[in-house]
């Protein structure tokens, strides 16, 4: 299994609604992917922002190549991204799940 790790920054007051916002759009998008296993969305508050980090799960690669694209080490980002003053990462990272326990 692989897990894909991406990051943003977004102003505290904007939280709530880019969360709801990564639902609709991130979330939904890799769900709805052939090889599509989870997803955990994690935040942690910084001094005036709040950074939201997206992990997915992933059967393989080649699953991730069917939602991001050839270059699975670009982030996908959304158009509307910007309406929430987001910071995002430009890349991703994968790795390795060795062992899950939940």
């Not at 916002?21 to 910084?46: C, E, N, P």
Request: include cysteine; charge should be negative; hydrophobic fraction near 35%.
């Amino acid at each position: 299994m692989i897990a894909r790790e991406w990051k943003a920054r977004c102003p505290k007051e904007q939280k709530k609604d880019f969360i709801k916002y990564l639902y609709q759009t991130g979330v939904k998008d890799t769900s709805s992917t052939k090889g599509f296993k989870d997803a955990q969305i994690l935040s942690r508050d910084l001094e005036d922002k709040v950074e939201i980090t997206l992990i997915t799960y992933w059967d393989c690669l080649e699953s991730i190549k069917t939602y991001a694209g050839d270059d699975i080490e670009v982030a996908r980002l959304y158009p509307e991204d910007f309406r929430y003053e987001l910071e995002p990462d430009d890349f991703v990272i994968h790795y390795e799940v060795i062992n899950s326990i939940f």
